[in-house]
Nanobody, 128 residues
Framework: QVQLVESGGGLVQPGGSLRISCVAS????????MAWFRQAPGKKREVVGC????????LYADSVKGRFKIFRDNAKSTVYLQMDSPKPDDTAVYFC?????????????????????WGQGTTVTVSA
């Protein structure tokens, strides 16, 4: 029902900045919580952060807190991940995901099973 398409990945230098996007179609975007996950080679998929519907409150993994920020534009059915001061360990395929429950919960937002729809991912490489 819902299609998610990420874009904006590429090569960024440590200490630089990059913004990646996820555009949703086929659903009611403003009703969903939206999350970013990432998966590095040889590692399990892990949450980056989540943004709720309504008040757009956010939750972030400790590994990116203070460096990355999630925001959304409901008029464009788009969620963004702003990556500031990226590090080589941030290199991964980044995925967006949607949750029809609409709210991010501190004890549940990091479970991949919570999200009903996923994008195909965009690759971010952090290297000098």
């Amino acid at each position: 029902q819902v299609q998610l398409v990420e874009s904006g990945g590429g090569l960024v230098q440590p200490g630089g900045s990059l913004r990646i996007s996820c555009v949703a179609s086929g659903g009611t975007f403003e009703h969903y919580a939206m999350a970013w996950f990432r998966q590095a080679p040889g590692k399990k998929r892990e949450v980056v952060g989540c943004i709720s519907k309504g008040d757009s409150s956010t939750l972030y993994a400790d590994s990116v807190k203070g460096r990355f920020k999630i925001f959304r534009d409901n008029a464009k059915s788009t969620v963004y991940l702003q990556m500031d001061s990226p590090k080589p360990d941030d290199t991964a395929v980044y995925f967006c995901a949607a949750d029809s429950m609409g709210r991010c919960y501190r004890t549940a937002y990091y479970y991949t099973e919570r999200y009903e729809w996923w994008g195909q991912g965009t690759t971010v490489t952090v290297s000098a």
